[in-house]
């Protein structure tokens, strides 16, 4: 029972930083951002945000500046959540998207090059 509520403090955490990155001013936490994922601890101290950036050339940049604006967030996250404790956020690169992107290209490379084959040997 305790995971299931966990499960959706963390959804609901994910929703409202995902409303909140539009609020920070920092212009290094702009374009596409994405929250893919929340992992609350159970005692509601420490929340692990998984964070896609579209723009790779742009990662490390939005990365400090999500963690410099972590203060405000987490404030913010706190006056939005009525939660005992406010988590502290732990921000890291999710890199899931990009990765699934470059198995996708790898197999239709391969696809593409099986039906060749084909086509020679026909």
Known sequence: MASNRIGRISEEVQRELASLLREVKDPR????ISITNVDVTPDLRFAKVYVSVLEADR??????GLKSAG???????????N???TPQLDFVLDD???????MYELLSKLERQEERDEQEQN
């Open 71 to 81: 203060g405000y967030l987490r404030r913010e996250l706190g006056a939005r959540l």
């Open 59 to 64: 990662a490390k940049d939005t990365m400090k």
């Open 29 to 32: 936490v702009s374009g596409l």
């Open 83 to 85: 939660l005992r404790h």
């Open 96 to 102: 899931s998207i990009a990765y699934g992107a470059h």
